[in-house]
C-alpha cells in the first residue's frame, strides 16, 4: 500500500460560487480547503455542515456554481467516480457482509478481488486494529469497530479527498480520542484532503489545521484552529463555543503547549 501513498496525496477541494436549496433552506457556499490539510467544520445543528460534504460528494447538485476537486470541474459528475471518499455518524456497512467484505468493497463494488487486494485490505485491518476480526459481521462489532471498518475501507479506496461527517459523534469521549488519533495517523501517512464535520469543537482543536465555521447556510468565517481558539474566531463562532468551553479549551491548549 505504501507505493500508492503518492496517488493519495491530497488535491485541493473548492466550492466556486455554489447555491443550493431545499425547499426553503438556502445555501451559499464559497470556499476553498487547501490540499492535504485537515479542516474541521463546525457550526450550529441546521447550519449546512452536512449538506456542503453532500455537495462534495455528488449526493446534492449545485442549482449554481461549480465543485472543484484538484482543479478540475466535478460539478456533473456522480459520486461514484468523484475522487472521494465519505465516512457518516452510521449506517456505514452494509450488515449481511463481513468486515473483510465490506472493507473490499472500497477497491471493488462486485468484491472481485485480487491477491494483491487481499494483502492491502489485510493491511488495512491491521493498521485500523481489526486483525483476527475479519469473519464477523457488523452487528458483532462495538460502534467504535464499526467506525474503523469505515476507516479500513477509506485506506483501501485511497481517494485524495476524504470526507466526514460526525463520524465519532455516538461515541464516547475516550473511544472518540482514539479515534481522532487514528484519524491524525492515516493523514499523516496518506496526506490526504480531510473535510471533518463535528459538533465537538475539542475534535477540531485535537486534529485541524484549520477551520470553516458555518451559520445559516454559508460560511460565516474560515482561519486556522489555532487563531480560532486564541479568540480570534468571529463573535457567532464564540458564541457557538460559549464563554465556559472556550475557558476550558483554553486551559487545554495551554496544558498540550507546555
Ligand atoms: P447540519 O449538518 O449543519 O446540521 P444540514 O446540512 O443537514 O445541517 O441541514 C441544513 C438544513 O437543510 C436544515 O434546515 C435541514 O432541515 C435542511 N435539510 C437537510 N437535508 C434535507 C433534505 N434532504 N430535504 C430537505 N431539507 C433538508
Ligand atoms: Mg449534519
Known sequence: MSDKAADGK??????????FSYGEALFAFDVEFAAGEITAILGPSGSGKSTLLNLVAGFE???????????????????AVRPVSMVFQ????????????????GRSPSLRLADADHADI?????????????????????GGERQRVALARVLVRDRPVLLLDEPFASLGPALRDDML????????????????????PQDARRVGQKVVFLDNGAVAATGT??????????????????????????RDIARKRT
Open 181 to 200: 488519533d487514528l484519524v491524525s495517523g492515516l493523514h499523516a501517512e496518506r496526506g490526504m484532503t480531510v473535510l471533518f464535520v463535528t459538533h465537538q
Open 10 to 19: 491530497g488535491v485541493p477541494v473548492r466550492l466556486d460560487k455554489v447555491s
Open 61 to 79: 447538485t449545485p442549482g449554481s456554481g461549480r465543485v472543484l476537486i484538484g482543479g478540475a470541474d466535478i460539478s456533473g459528475e456522480p459520486p
Open 225 to 250: 484552529t489555532d487563531d480560532f481558539f486564541a479568540g480570534a474566531g468571529p463573535e457567532a463562532f464564540r458564541r457557538y463555543i460559549g464563554a465556559g468551553a472556550g475557558d476550558a479549551l483554553s
Open 122 to 142: 489485510a493491511e488495512a485491518l491491521a493498521r485500523t486494529g481489526l486483525a483476527g476480526k475479519e469473519k464477523r459481521l457488523p452487528r458483532e462489532l462495538s
Open 90 to 105: 452510521e449506517n456505514n456497512l452494509f450488515a449481511h457482509l463481513s468486515v473483510e467484505q465490506n472493507v473490499g468493497l
